[in-house]
């Protein structure tokens, strides 16, 4: 089997852990990209000179010219701005859009058939611009928020429960912001419904602790801003986006929450959410709607309009 070409456009912090990543685990060979001269050179120099070590020997190269991208099977985005202590995701829009923008413009060139996961923020709305210009199908061009919104959540509920995280099953649904869904009642532990052991732990206070642990979720971001000061969490949307990666390029069939397009599904016509899809060969090869309650409804309609306007915001801008 011919080796699979991964591309990643920003060289940045999550970029410089997307090519430790992929060489450790061997996905694929490297172009990593980026305007900086020199930079994304001399990280995955630095890379592969670790690679005896590793025990692992792929290529990596880095390039400022996107004609290096050419024959790409899967691209990664994290081009644009990185959040500053007190900034929302959503304050990133017109510099990120901007560079979104020629990002896609260059892929759609260089790489037109490859499958693209955008990180850069604001998710949804960089996702939702990058398949725009790009003219991609929808099912090539997702979005990581999930994954790692839902790793957060589960973090907080394994050291509540004092339980290995490894056994805890969370989800997080919506647009990538303060409005995200985290699904309380799809939470357990190997089965075992989180509310469930809370009401052993806590008693009636138990849908206080819960509370308490979907508040830090959807503020979890920021709090890793504020304590970096200099810039956002790079670690973990790095990890959650190779989990993504190595799915598609594994043809793994893996379901996981992906900012993807909905044409229909929870009510959504036309646009990019955070919902459960399984991602295989094709990138997302469909979309799982589950049945929701009144308050999930409720919520994911909250999350569903903060999205929309930042669409429409984004429109507005000309984007
Ligand atoms: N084309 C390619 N790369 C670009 C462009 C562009 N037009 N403009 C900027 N970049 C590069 C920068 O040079 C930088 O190296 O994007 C990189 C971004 O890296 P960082 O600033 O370190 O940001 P990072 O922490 O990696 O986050 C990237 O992901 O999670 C989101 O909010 C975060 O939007 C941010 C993105």
Same mark, same amino acid.
């Given at each position: 089997m011919a080796r699979k070409k991964i591309s990643?456009? &920003? &060289?940045?912090?999550?970029g410089g852990v997307l090519a430790q990543l992929? /060489?450790? +685990?061997? %996905?694929g060979?490297?172009?990593?990209?980026?305007?900086?001269?020199? !930079?994304?050179? &001399? +990280?995955?120099?630095?890379?592969v000179e670790g690679s005896r070590v590793d025990q692992t020997d792929i290529k990596l190269s880095g390039t400022n010219s996107y004609a290096d991208i050419a024959g790409s099977d899967l691209v990664i985005v994290t081009a644009g701005l990185p959040r500053k202590p007190? !900034? *929302?995701?959503? =304050?990133? %829009?017109?510099?990120? /859009?901007n560079i979104m923008k020629s990002v896609a413009e260059n892929v759609k060139e260089? /790489?037109?058939? *490859?499958?693209?996961?955008?990180?850069s923020n604001p998710l949804d709305a960089m996702v939702t611009l990058f398949q725009k210009v790009s003219g991609f199908p929808h099912n090539r061009v997702l979005g990581q928020a999930g994954v790692l919104d839902s790793s957060r959540f589960s973090t907080f509920i394994a050291w509540e429960l004092g339980v290995s995280v490894k056994d805890v099953n969370a989800m997080v649904l919506g647009g990538h912001g303060d409005t995200m869904v985290p699904l309380i009642r799809y939470a357990n532990v190997n089965g075992v419904p989180v !509310?469930?052991?809370?009401?052993?732990?806590?008693? =009636?206070n138990a849908k206080e602790v819960m509370d308490a642990m979907v508040n830090r979720t959807k503020l979890a971001g920021g709090e890793?801003?504020?304590?970096? +000061?200099?810039? *956002?969490a790079f670690y973990s949307p790095a990890t959650s986006a190779i989990a993504m990666a190595e /799915?598609?390029? +594994?043809e793994d069939n893996r379901l996981m929450p992906t900012c993807a397009y909905c044409k229909g599904e929870y009510g959504l016509d036309g646009y990019y959410l955070g919902v459960p899809a399984v991602l295989g060969a094709n990138g997302v090869e469909r979309i799982i709607e589950l049945k929701l309650n009144e308050e999930e409804t409720a919520a994911l309609e909250v999350s569903t309009n903060a999205v929309k306007s930042l669409i429409e915001a984004m429109s507005n801008l000309g984007f």
């Open positions: 990643l456009i &920003g &060289g940045g912090q999550i992929i /060489a450790q +685990k061997e %996905l060979d490297v172009v990593l990209f980026d305007i900086v001269e020199d !930079m994304p050179q &001399g +990280k995955t120099l630095d890379i007190g !900034m *929302s995701r959503d =304050d990133l %829009l017109t510099t990120n /859009a260089y /790489a037109p058939n *490859s499958i693209v996961i955008i990180i !509310m469930e052991l809370l009401e052993q732990k806590h008693g =009636d890793v801003v504020k304590l970096l +000061k200099t810039g *956002s /799915a598609i390029l +594994k």
